[in-house]
């Protein structure tokens, strides 16, 4: 058997209602998208999920950390990653610009009315004399 989604349905008051709504504005998901994270996480640590608020969540930290764990980066790695985005901008840039003149190029060859001759149709036909230059 595959595995199928299941739906839950419960009943909430307006608050925790307008309150879930915000969460759900504040991570710009949906407001099924937050409840699939609790029960995600729900599931993932055998139901043992506790909520705390932020206030606690800075000063429950082991060895004086807070939460999320911060750390330093070095600038050199800050400044690569800036240059990278540059290249990155810069070379997208390029590959619109190419993109442009290929599509210029396409244009030109199909609004072009120019008779094409074939190099084939050049050749006289076998009984015809030829010249050679040289």
Do not use: C, W
């Amino acid at each position: 058997m595959g595995n199928k989604n299941k739906t839950i349905s419960f009943r909430v008051n307006e608050g925790a209602f307008e309150a879930l709504r915000d969460i759900a504005e504040e991570r710009d998901i949906s407001l099924s998208a937050v409840f699939r994270d609790y029960v995600d996480t729900l599931v993932a640590h055998d139901g043992q999920v506790r909520v705390i608020p932020e206030a606690e969540l800075e000063s429950t930290g082991q060895g004086g950390e807070s939460f999320p764990p911060k750390i330093e980066v070095p600038k050199s790695f800050v400044r690569e990653h800036e240059r990278l985005e540059l290249e990155t901008e810069h070379l997208r840039e390029q590959l619109e610009e190419h993109k442009r003149y290929v599509n210029y190029l396409r244009e030109q060859l199909d609004d072009g009315d120019d008779e094409v001759i074939q190099l084939e149709d050049l050749d006289g036909e076998p009984d015809e004399p030829s010249f050679r230059l040289g």
